[in-house]
């Protein structure tokens, strides 16, 4: 059985005597992973840790600033970072998957490896999990925080020493730790994926596609934030459907997935079956505050043989 105290000490040990009297700093998301991982290192080193969190204009409505001032709350000394530029140039023109992500990691490391050189950290701390890990080793998809594992050397690439305390846990294990050190429920978010919305925007990324599903997933939170679930979200597919407006006139538009799964470590998943007065709330918000949208639909798909994210 997993022993979650345990589990802190151990790591917080580890950590003390990996970084010394270094400085270093922790990437965080505002995620549930990166922010354990954070506060194991806070735990470790105290002041010498800085936590870094990019806004890559790709987080939900309202969150980099949201997740700046949990982290403060936390007691850590945490910094943002705008950088929509960057990524929305990187992302320009990709619609492979694969190739998404792997243009976000480039982006996402180089920066860091700047901002380590900016604060004189020697280390820099992630909360890479263990699903992470076996995800991308199997080829179901890259995920941004996987290097070593399937032999990038973030040292010789990005000039970044990455420390990983959580890699070998998978995410109810977080959740435990998270719980252990006290963390309060509201700073336990759902599971928000590493590139962010970009993956929610099927085909080619841009600052107004990122924008609707950005408003389409507010609407969803909202009307499921008391749902029991494990993830719950919008995408936005490449594909366009007809529809009619109120003076039956034809109308070319865009299409929305709306998913919401349970899940216990990620690994698997099972769709929610949602009330069908909270279905049809969705839908309809969803078109009234996104009028280029003229269907909304609903993921039935598990994992296997889906993955949670369509990206």
Sequence with gaps: ?????????????????????????????GGVDSTVAAMLAHMAIG??????????????????????????????NARIYRLWDDFFAALKGLTDPEEKRKAFREVFYRSLGKIAEELGAKFMIQGTIAADVVETKAGVKTQHNVLEQINVHPLERYGLRILEPLKDIYKHEVRAVAKALGMKPEAMRRPFPGPGLSIRVIGEVTP??????R??????????KNIPCFQAFAVLLRDRATGVTKDLKRKYGEIVVV???????????????????VLRRIERRIREENPSVTHVLYDLTGKPPATIEFE
Aim: hydrophobic content about 45%; overall charge positive; proline content about 3%.
């Design 1 to 29: 059985m997993f022993d979650a105290k345990k589990f802190v000490r151990e790591k917080v040990e580890w950590l003390k005597e990996t970084i010394g009297n270094e400085k270093a700093f922790a990437a965080v998301s």
């Design 47 to 76: 002041n010498n840790l800085t936590v870094v969190f990019l806004d890559d204009g790709l987080m939900r409505a309202g969150e980099p600033q949201q997740v700046h001032n949990r982290l403060r709350q936390l007691g850590l």
């Design 208 to 213: 107004e596609r990122v924008e609707l599903v």
């Design 215 to 224: 408003r389409a997933t507010k609407v969803v939170e909202e009307e499921t």
């Design 259 to 277: 998913r919401t799964v349970k899940s216990k470590d990620a690994m698997t998943a099972e769709p929610v079956a949602l009330p069908w007065k």
